[in-house]
């Protein structure tokens, strides 16, 4: 809650002022995403007479439940970290299209919650941990920000990855875009650590 201001005096001379107003840290909007430390805006005082006071100023927060997309998301990051294949799939839709950045063997556009499925039962070989850093949201997008890190394999990936998701009429992730901190980090370990079949297995 924000602490009640102090009265405010005019300064001499001044046709304007600004006042800083600040909520608490980790304050989450509506969108769920984490408010600013501070919001500033002027306050036209022209006319005002030296010596008259402002009024006190109460704030907080805004009000509000937590969007449902970011509120999904969480969801999947929360089975992600527990390991639960089939939690994660809940939130998507059949018809996912998921996009991996990157020159290595799991790279490319994983169609269907099948393929989406067994690239991250892969993943999971390598012990891949996400920690979400900040959400923002609208209509239809999520921008995740997040922290991701391998603890098993040959070598390791540690960087921060931005993941843009798009939700369906029906409130369901139906495409998702990875986007990778250090894309040579993550090139070099899958190539380490994931082999491919000798030809002809390898082919279709």
Request: charged letters at 25%; aromatic letters at 10%; one cysteine or more.
């Given at each position: ?15 304007a ?27 036209d ?6 010596g008259d006071?402002c009024?006190?100023?109460?704030g907080?927060?805004m009000?509000g439940?937590?969007d ?17 294949v ?9 018809g ?11 790279s ?9 499925r067994?690239f ?20 239809e ?33 139906d495409?998702?875009v ?9 090139d ?17």
């Amino acid at each position: 809650m924000l602490q009640d201001a102090a009265p405010l005096t005019v300064p001499e001379g001044a046709s304007a002022m600004t006042v800083l107003i600040e909520w608490e840290p980790d304050s989450v909007s509506h969108t769920g995403t984490a408010l600013a430390s501070g919001i500033r805006f002027e306050q036209d005082l022209r006319g005002t007479d030296q010596g008259d006071r402002c009024t006190r100023i109460r704030g907080g927060p805004m009000s509000g439940t937590k969007d449902p997309k970011v509120a999904a998301i969480e969801d999947f990051f929360a089975a992600y970290g527990a390991g639960d294949v089939d939690a994660m799939s809940a939130v998507l839709a059949e018809g996912i299209e998921w996009t991996i950045p990157g020159r290595h063997p799991l790279s490319g556009t994983k169609r269907g919650v099948a393929e989406v499925r067994a690239f991250f039962d892969q993943l999971g070989k390598s012990g891949f941990k996400a920690e979400p850093i900040f959400f923002g949201v609208n209509d239809e997008y999520v921008v995740d920000i997040h922290r991701g890190w391998t603890t098993e394999g040959t070598g390791k990936v540690d960087t921060t990855w931005a993941l843009v998701w798009h939700f369906d009429a029906a409130g369901k992730v139906d495409r998702v875009v990875n986007l990778s901190g250090d894309q040579h980090q993550m090139d070099a370990f899958v190539w380490e650590n994931y082999a491919l079949a000798p030809i002809p297995d390898r082919l279709a």
